[in-house]
């Protein structure tokens, strides 16, 4: 029997770790063994990833699917393994980013580089949820690549929310969302200055919620310190992680989604946004113009008046409040699950059509 298996640093709810979830659901239906290897596991079900080749038999045929991370003996594992190769391009922070906060994320983040680079010329299949994606596999020498989006059941957003929970998020003035972890390169800080602009020219009484947890701890003290130059701690919340229901519910009080990130691999709460009806107003980076696609207003520049600008437009028209919120519904049926799992089986089709 072929079998296909998953290999990840850590496995734990979230982008990646649902991605994996479907993933491996898609290779059972197919017949196809499929575990899960992990050197850490937090809140999903996985082995650990020494149990390959001694307590899970490895056969010459069998099909290891890396999905990159974070520098980790994990890939050492896989890169030293005879099976093939198949690499699964989520996203790897550059070092700068982090760099002049958390100096001790720097070896492993060059680490996982590195790992990689090595993976790339050795995998006969690299598969990346976006273009953006690619073009570094590409660059880094991987020989067959292709593109398939992240593996997302956009039906299990739509949560049971309690209607006082969304009515407790009302505010006088538009509110702001932005969801994602607290990280440099996802540069909350240019938007908490776009955002002091909105509240100085156009909506004096405007709210904004920052949901998510903290990859830098340092960051998101200079972020404290910055909303208090600027005399909004009343109108900046940071949440910290929330449940799924809670973050359904933010999606739901808020008037616009706002992100100016300058590195995403794929950007899921953009599709979590437009699937809740939630205008987006984004910074053209990386892979967010290909998952934004028709869905939202991408900008070309994020400077905070024009920002600023963007949104208020968004918030205030509502004519063109409803064509984005129509646009993103629809740019969304390319991200369904049928459509995303097909893509993902064409992609596996000339390694795994041969085991």
């Given at each position: 029997?072929?079998?296909?298996?998953?290999?990840?640093?850590t496995?734990?709810?979230?982008?990646?770790?649902?991605?994996i979830?479907?993933?491996?659901?898609?290779c059972?239906?197919?017949g196809?063994?499929?575990?899960?290897?992990?050197?850490h596991?937090?809140?999903?079900?996985g082995?650990?990833?020494?149990?390959?080749?001694?307590q899970?038999?490895a056969?010459?045929d069998?099909?290891?699917?890396?999905?990159?991370?974070i520098?980790s003996?994990?890939?050492?594992?896989?890169?030293?393994?005879p099976?093939?190769?198949?690499?699964d391009?989520h996203?790897?922070?550059?070092?700068?980013?982090?760099?002049?906060w958390?100096p001790?994320?720097?070896?492993?983040?060059?680490?996982?580089?590195?790992?990689?680079?090595?993976?790339a010329?050795?995998?006969?299949?690299?598969?990346?949820?976006?273009?953006?994606?690619e073009?570094?596999l590409?660059?880094?020498?991987?020989?067959?690549?292709?593109?398939?989006p992240?593996?997302?059941?956009?039906?299990?957003?739509?949560?049971d929310?309690?209607?006082?929970r969304?009515?407790?998020?009302?505010?006088?003035?538009?509110?702001?969302l932005?969801?994602?972890r607290?990280?440099p390169n996802?540069?909350?800080h240019?938007?908490?200055?776009?955002f002091?602009?909105?509240?100085?020219?156009?909506d004096?009484?405007?709210?904004?919620?920052?949901?998510?947890?903290?990859?830098?701890?340092?960051y998101?003290?200079?972020?404290g310190?910055?909303v208090?130059?600027?005399q909004?701690?009343?109108?900046v919340?940071?949440?910290?992680g929330?449940?799924?229901?809670?973050?359904?519910?933010?999606?739901?009080?808020a008037?616009v989604?706002?992100s100016?990130?300058?590195?995403?691999?794929?950007?899921?709460?953009?599709?979590?946004?437009?699937?809740?009806?939630?205008?987006?107003?984004?910074?053209?980076?990386?892979?967010?113009?290909?998952?934004?696609?028709?869905?939202?207003?991408?900008?070309?520049?994020?400077?905070?008046?024009?920002?600023?600008?963007?949104?208020h437009r968004?918030v205030?028209?509502?004519?063109?409040?409803?064509?984005?919120?129509?646009?993103?519904?629809?740019h969304?049926?390319?991200?369904?699950?049928?459509?995303?799992?097909?893509?993902?089986l064409?992609?596996?089709a000339?390694?795994v059509?041969?085991?």
């Amino acid at each position: 029997m072929t079998a296909v298996h998953h290999f990840v640093p850590t496995y734990e709810p979230g982008a990646v770790g649902g991605h994996i979830v479907e993933m491996q659901r898609l290779c059972r239906e197919q017949g196809w063994e499929s575990e899960v290897f992990t050197e850490h596991v937090r809140g999903l079900p996985g082995r650990d990833f020494r149990e390959y080749g001694r307590q899970v038999p490895a056969r010459p045929d069998d099909v290891l699917v890396y999905h990159v991370a974070i520098g980790s003996p994990v890939a050492d594992l896989v890169l030293a393994r005879p099976e093939r190769l198949v690499l699964d391009h989520h996203n790897l922070t550059p070092v700068p980013f982090f760099a002049p906060w958390e100096p001790w994320m720097i070896h492993g983040l060059a680490w996982g580089r590195a790992q990689l680079a090595a993976l790339a010329e050795r995998a006969v299949l690299g598969i990346a949820d976006s273009s953006y994606n690619e073009s570094e596999l590409r660059e880094l020498g991987c020989a067959r690549t292709a593109v398939a989006p992240i593996l997302l059941d956009l039906d299990q957003l739509d949560r049971d929310v309690a209607p006082d929970r969304v009515a407790s998020l009302a505010t006088a003035g538009s509110t702001w969302l932005f969801v994602g972890r607290i990280a440099p390169n996802k540069c909350h800080h240019d938007l908490i200055k776009a955002f002091a602009v909105y509240r100085r020219v156009y909506d004096g009484d405007a709210v904004l919620r920052i949901v998510g947890g903290s990859a830098s701890d340092r960051y998101v003290e200079a972020l404290g310190d910055l909303v208090r130059a600027l005399q909004l701690d009343a109108a900046v919340a940071f949440t910290g992680g929330v449940s799924d229901a809670d973050l359904t519910a933010h999606y739901r009080a808020a008037d616009v989604y706002v992100s100016v990130s300058e590195h995403e691999g794929f950007c899921v709460p953009l599709l979590e946004a437009m699937h809740n009806g939630v205008p987006v107003v984004a910074f053209g980076s990386t892979a967010v113009p290909e998952t934004l696609g028709s869905g939202g207003l991408c900008l070309p520049l994020k400077d905070p008046g024009t920002v600023a600008a963007a949104v208020h437009r968004v918030v205030s028209d509502d004519t063109a409040r409803a064509a984005l919120v129509t646009a993103g519904r629809a740019h969304l049926r390319s991200f369904s699950l049928p459509v995303t799992r097909q893509r993902m089986l064409d992609a596996l089709a000339p390694v795994v059509g041969g085991a």
